[in-house]
C-alpha cells in the first residue's frame, strides 16, 4: 500500500490549509485511515481518523477547527483545517490501516508527511 499526500505549505495564522491522501497499490481491505502529525521535539499525534463503519475521531486540539473526510470508494481521505495558528505548524503524515491481501494480516502505512508551517 502507498499512500501519495498533497497539499501542506506556508499560511498565515487564521487562514487555511487543505491536505489530501490517496491510498494505492494492493489493497484487500482499508480499515482505517487518516492524519497524524509531528512538530519538533513532539510525538507523533493523531489529527482525525475514520474507521470504516465508524465515527471520525479527531485530536484534543482540533476544536472544530478541521473537517476530515474520507472516500471509500477512492481510499481517498481529505483534511479541511481552518483556524490555523501557529502552534498547528507540524509535519503532517498520512496514515492507513490496511491489509494487502486476505492471507495476511493488516498493518500501518505512512505517506512521505508534508509540511505544514503557519506564520504568527
Known amino acids: 500500500v502507498q499512500l501519495q499526500a498533497s497539499g501542506g505549505g506556508l499560511v498565515q495564522a487564521g487562514g487555511s490549509l487543505r491536505l489530501s491522501c490517496v491510498a494505492s497499490g494492493s489493497i484487500f481491505r482499508m480499515n482505517r485511515m487518516g492524519w497524524y502529525r509531528q512538530a519538533p521535539g513532539k510525538p507523533r499525534e493523531l489529527v482525525a481518523s475514520?474507521?470504516?463503519?465508524?465515527?471520525?475521531n479527531y485530536g484534543h486540539f482540533v476544536k472544530g477547527r478541521f473537517t476530515f473526510s474520507r472516500d471509500n470508494a477512492n481510499n481517498t481521505v481529505t483534511l479541511q483545517m481552518s483556524s490555523l495558528t501557529p502552534e498547528d505548524t507540524a509535519v503532517y503524515y498520512c496514515?492507513?490501516?490496511?491489509?494487502?491481501?486476505?492471507?495476511?494480516?493488516?498493518?500501518?502505512?505512512w505517506g512521505q508527511g508534508t509540511q505544514v508551517t503557519v506564520s504568527s
Open positions: 496514515n492507513a490501516n490496511a491489509r494487502e491481501h486476505a492471507w495476511v494480516s493488516s498493518r500501518d502505512y
Open positions: 475514520l474507521t470504516t463503519g465508524g465515527p471520525t
